[in-house]
């Protein structure tokens, strides 16, 4: 192609991250970037130039509802809109540390009992 130059840095890291997207591969590409290996002998702390990537990254991705959260040496990416759970005044007084433990060893029997579907219900409750 005469005459074409090669695009800006900006310009080809936009493409391939759009190309990463729409095939599916962008976790892909984010764990290897996070790879111990790449980062060994520029860190003075364990994962220090990890999470400053990571608190790079994730002022643009919370623009789409989503975060990285390193967890010792595994990082997920977590989608903040999907645990948005909106709970009435009314609800509340219901949600108690006694009625979670009431309502975990109900599925807990269920699953005990091999009644899977009662176990779902209970939990979806």
Same mark, same amino acid.
């Given at each position: 192609m005469l005459g074409q130059s090669f695009p800006s840095r900006w310009a080809y890291a936009n493409d391939k991250i759009r190309e990463m997207v729409s095939?599916?591969?962008l976790l892909e590409f984010m764990n290897y970037s996070l790879v111990d290996?790449?980062?060994f002998e520029t %860190?003075?702390?364990k994962y220090e130039t990890q999470d400053q990537i990571i608190e790079v990254w994730n002022k643009y991705l919370e623009l789409d509802g989503l975060k990285i959260i390193r967890n010792g040496s595994h990082f997920t990416l977590y989608d903040l809109t999907a645990f948005n759970v909106?709970?009435?005044? %009314?609800e509340l007084e219901i949600l108690s540390t006694e009625f979670m433990r009431q309502q975990i060893?109900?599925?807990e029997k269920k699953l005990l009992e091999r009644d899977f579907?009662?176990?779902?219900?209970?939990a979806r409750a």
């Open positions: 095939q599916g591969r290996e790449h980062y %860190e003075s702390q909106i709970v009435k005044q %009314e060893d109900k599925c579907d009662g176990a779902i219900t209970t």
